[in-house]
C-alpha cells in the first residue's frame, strides 16, 4: 500500500506588494483629479518642457502635487533596489523587510542630500538656483519613477527576473538620468555662468560624491 505524504505548501507573501503599489496608484488618481493641469503637462514633460518653464517657482517644491508624486517615486525606485538584489541572490523577492531598507535608505538619502543642498545654496548665497535645479531635477527624476511603476508591477510579479533585462533597464535608467541632468544644467546655463565655481564644488560633492561612495559599498560589501 503506497504511502502519501503530505508536504506543506508554502504560499509567498505578496500583499504587502500589492498594497504599495494600489496605494502608489491612489497617490497618482488623487495628482491628476487634484491638479489635472498640472498633471497633464507633467506627462508630456519627455517631448515639451512647458511644464518646466511653468511650474519653475521654487516653492512649487513643497506642492502636495511634487509630495504625492515624490512618494510614488520613492516606492518605484525601492522596488526597481529592491528586484535588482533579488536578480543577483542578494535577497528574496517577497521579503517586505529587505524591502523597507531599501526604501527607508532611499528616503533618507535623498532628504538627507537635499537638505544639504539647502544648507550649501544658502551659505554661498545661490539658494534660488540651488531650489530651481533641485525642482527640475526632482521633476525629471518623478517622471522616471512614474512610467518604472508599471515595469515593476510587472516584474515582481513574473516568475523569473532576468540578469540581461533588469541589468539593461538599469543602464537606460542611468542614460535618462545623465541626460536629463545635462539637460538641466544647459537650461540654467546662464546661472552657471556667474556661479562657476560654487557650481563645480555642489557638483562634486552632492552629485558624484554620494553615488560613488554608495558603488564603492555596495562592491566591498
Known amino acids: ?32 483629479s487634484l491638479f489635472e493641469n498640472r498633471f497633464s503637462e507633467f506627462i508630456k514633460l519627455i517631448v515639451s518642457d512647458k511644464y518646466i518653464k511653468v511650474y519653475k517657482d521654487s516653492g512649487l517644491i513643497m506642492s502636495w502635487f511634487t509630495v504625492f ?35 527607508t535608505f532611499l528616503t533618507v538619502f535623498i532628504l538627507s542630500k537635499y537638505l544639504i543642498e539647502k544648507i550649501i545654496g544658502a551659505a ?44 539593461s533597464l538599469l543602464s537606460i535608467i542611468l542614460i535618462i538620468n545623465v541626460f536629463t541632468y545635462f539637460l538641466s544644467i544647459k537650461n ?16 562634486c560633492a552632492l552629485e558624484i560624491a554620494p553615488y560613488y561612495f554608495m558603488y564603492y559599498w555596495f562592491t566591498k560589501n
Not at 4 to 32: C, G, Q, Y
Request: aromatic share 22%; proline share 2%.
Open 1 to 32: 500500500m503506497m504511502e502519501h505524504v503530505l508536504h506543506p505548501r508554502i504560499v509567498e507573501n505578496k500583499d504587502w506588494a500589492t498594497a504599495l503599489f494600489l496605494f502608489s496608484l491612489v497617490l497618482i488618481a488623487l495628482s491628476k
Open 69 to 103: 508624486l515624490f512618494v510614488v517615486q520613492i516606492v518605484s525606485f525601492s522596488f526597481f533596489i529592491h528586484l535588482l538584489l533579488t536578480s543577483f541572490g542578494y535577497i528574496v523577492k517577497t521579503d517586505w523587510i529587505s524591502f523597507i531598507q531599501v526604501f
Open 124 to 167: 554661498f548665497d545661490i539658494e534660488e538656483f540651488v531650489e530651481q535645479f533641485n525642482l527640475q531635477k526632482v521633476s525629471y527624476r518623478t517622471f522616471i519613477g512614474l512610467f518604472l511603476l508599471p515595469i515593476n508591477c510587472f516584474l515582481y510579479y513574473n516568475g523569473s527576473i532576468s540578469h540581461y533585462f533588469i541589468l
Open 188 to 203: 540654467y546655463q546662464n546661472l552657471l555662468i556667474g556661479n562657476l565655481f560654487y557650481f563645480i564644488l555642489y557638483l
